[in-house]
């Protein structure tokens, strides 16, 4: 399982090409989101040592705070509202270097420098999104978007 990944061991493709599997273990054949939720974000936490990393869910016409690892965290964030939102509204991945520069960001921890949002769809339709906030400027690229793409596919989400 993920517990097997050493903090910075190897280049971050290579991080991600042993986390894949993992996560696959862990997912598969769990019919319960919240428990796949919860351990993709503690494998990401722990592979990587990224300051936050959860998911936010959409209920009632909000994100709604699900399973996380790290800080206390903003519980609700409306739709087209900082990178969460507008990952949401734009059903697609955003890379933010530098949340300071982010239009609308907001600050749920004045510690976060840089975040990836990745939504998470049902037939389209963007039901979560996972979101993962780094306390360094500039720690997100097109190989985080493409791993945890292929990592938020493998969570199955039903009604």
């Known amino acids: 399982m993920a517990e097997n990944l050493l ?14 599997p993992q996560i696959e273990g862990l997912v598969s054949g769990e019919e319960d989101v919240v428990a796949n939720m919860a ?5 990401l936490k722990r592979t990587f040592d990224f300051f936050w990393v959860g998911f936010y869910v959409v209920k009632n016409g909000v994100l709604v705070l699900a399973p996380f690892q790290g800080p206390v965290a903003c519980t609700r964030i409306k739709f087209g509202k900082g990178v969460c939102g507008t990952a949401w509204k734009e059903a697609q991945t955003i890379v933010v270097p530098d949340v300071e520069q982010f239009p609308g960001h907001i600050a ?7 975040e990836i949002v990745v939504p998470l ?17 500039n720690n997100f690229d097109e190989t985080d978007a493409k791993y945890l793409e292929t990592i938020c596919r493998l969570i199955n989400i039903r009604d």
């Open 7 to 20: 903090i910075g061991q190897g280049s971050k493709v290579e991080m991600y090409e042993a986390l894949l």
């Open 121 to 137: 769809f049902r037939d389209k339709e963007v039901v979560a999104v996972l979101d993962i906030d780094s306390d360094s400027l």
């Open 108 to 114: 749920c921890n004045s510690a976060s420098r840089s």
């Open 39 to 43: 351990n993709v974000a503690a494998a």
